[in-house]
């Protein structure tokens, strides 16, 4: 199954500007984090949310989680070109005991690119 | 700041040939991943390791695969008998803790691009 889709898949604003970017994912779920992906590079930690969260800021990042409809939202406000990038959402399930097994889903990733 | 490092950053090699990718996670994390990226597709879960052995593995992650983790800094992914299809970019990652009420933030290298031929 598809778990972590984010949209839109690609995303072009001019700087200043807020972006928007959502996920959702089918299955239980411990905690859903945000991750940047410079071109070429490794994958950056943004923010954690837990599955008992409804919303959680950091800096200019907020992020929202929806249990009910099993879908998340990365808000990055007054952008910036260094914000150019592909953003993922990544999942961690829930066992039965509600823990989180370690391994991380990712969706296909949302491509951002501030225009200056 | 510590960070996860990886090598080769590229590695090419003939079809059936084997490779070892590296890793050198963060010195106080317990648990290693490996994850891979095709090219223009989601970044997908290989394996983790806690404790010497493996915790979890996909269905991508077949004999084919290993890990180990010959000594206390290294983590390394090996591929027997390279295909076509194993042609992405390969990120290790480690974390501290695993999950429940602690965060599971995983700590991700820049990468090998292996390319098969």
């Known amino acids: 199954s598809q778990q972590g889709e984010e949209d839109p898949q690609a995303l072009s604003i001019q700087e200043g500007e807020n972006a928007t970017m959502n996920c959702s994912y089918k299955t239980s779920i411990n905690n859903l984090q945000w991750y940047r992906q410079n071109s070429g590079r490794g994958l950056v930690h943004l923010i954690l949310?837990?599955?008992?969260?409804r919303e959680k800021h950091s800096g200019r990042l907020r992020v929202t989680l929806d249990t009910s409809k099993k879908s998340s939202s990365l808000l990055i406000t007054a952008s910036r070109a260094a914000d150019t990038a592909s953003y993922f959402c990544?999942?961690?399930?829930?066992?039965?005991?509600?823990?989180?097994?370690?391994?991380?889903?990712f969706g296909q990733g949302t491509i951002l690119t501030v225009h200056p | 700041e510590p960070e996860v490092t990886q090598t080769p950053s590229h590695q090419v090699t003939q079809m059936g040939q084997e490779v070892i990718l590296r890793c050198v996670p963060i010195s106080n994390h317990l648990y290693f991943y490996w994850y891979r990226q095709i090219l223009g597709q989601k970044v997908e879960f290989l394996v983790s390791f806690y404790n010497n052995e493996i915790s979890e593995k996909s269905e991508i992650f077949d004999d084919q695969f290993s890990v180990e983790r010959p000594d206390g800094s290294n983590f390394t992914l090996k591929i027997r008998s390279t295909k076509l299809e194993d042609s992405a970019m390969y990120f290790c990652?480690?974390?501290?803790?695993?999950?429940?009420?602690?965060?599971?933030?995983?700590?991700f290298g820049a990468g090998t691009r292996l390319s098969v031929l």
């Open positions: 990652a480690s974390s501290y803790r695993l999950a429940g009420a602690v965060k599971n933030i995983q700590y």
């Open positions: 949310i837990r599955s008992n969260e």
């Open positions: 990544a999942t961690a399930p829930a066992n039965a005991g509600g823990t989180s097994y370690g391994k991380l889903t």
